[in-house]
T-cell receptor
């Protein structure tokens, strides 16, 4: 299983773009990259998933370089409500494999 | 509400008592996961079901813990002879088996917060 490394915490201000990078040096050919968001006293919520290059949805963008050894979650113009913990997961597409394992995540604090 | 639901939301129990939690996954999801989360930590994987089959069990899951998923629908997690160290948030998640596509997109419930006194 590929392991991930993320910064423990980050601070930002309202209206700024936030980029959270996850390192996964041992990522395998079949692995996808998935990001979750968790607010206090709630379960994690799926944000975005990608395999290579760039993926964008209504919440965030995910940038994955050609070597796929890292990925960057980009949150445009953050607000106070984006204060949460963000987790990066790397998962294998092999049938029946369970890669739903979380690390410590990155605690993002958005300040006014 | 078609999301993952967990019951109860909160449970306070005395040390040594048994507790049971229930998780109702999204109806068409055949994968179900249980996690434990303590303050400041990420969710720790406990166990995982594919339909009614328990396919993986973490070494964190001592003999006091048991999970079932009869008929591949709802699941229960029982903790016997609770200890203070069992105090945590217990999270359930479900996902659809997508075959040869990454299975790391899951939907989580609100969790059950257990306090052992």
């Amino acid at each position: 299983l590929a392991k991930t490394t993320q910064p423990i915490s980050m601070d930002s201000y309202e209206g700024q773009e936030v980029n959270i990078t996850c390192s996964h040096n041992n990522i395998a050919t079949n692995d996808y990259i998935t990001w979750y968001q968790q607010f206090p006293s709630q379960g994690p919520r799926f944000i975005i998933q990608g395999y290579k290059t760039k993926v964008t949805n209504e919440v965030a963008s995910l940038f994955i370089p050609a070597d796929r050894k890292s990925s960057t979650l980009s949150l445009p113009r953050v607000s106070l409500s984006d204060t949460a913990v963000y987790y990066c997961l790397v998962g294998d597409i092999e049938y029946n494999n369970n890669d739903m394992r979380f690390g410590a995540g990155t605690r993002l604090t958005v300040k006014p | 509400d078609t999301g993952v639901s967990q019951d109860p939301r909160h449970k306070i129990t005395k040390r040594g008592q048994n507790v049971t939690f229930r998780c109702d996954p999204i109806s068409e999801h055949n994968r179900l996961y249980w996690y434990r989360q303590t303050l400041g930590q990420g969710p720790e994987f406990l166990t995982y079901f594919q339909n009614e089959a328990q396919l993986e069990k973490s070494r964190l899951l001592s003999d006091r813990f048991s999970a079932e998923r009869p008929k591949g629908s709802f699941s229960t997690l029982e903790i016997q002879r609770t200890e203070q160290g069992d105090s945590a948030m217990y999270l359930c998640a479900s996902s659809r088996d997508r075959g040869l596509v990454s299975n790391t997109e899951a939907f989580f419930g609100q969790g059950t917060r257990l306090t052992v006194v």
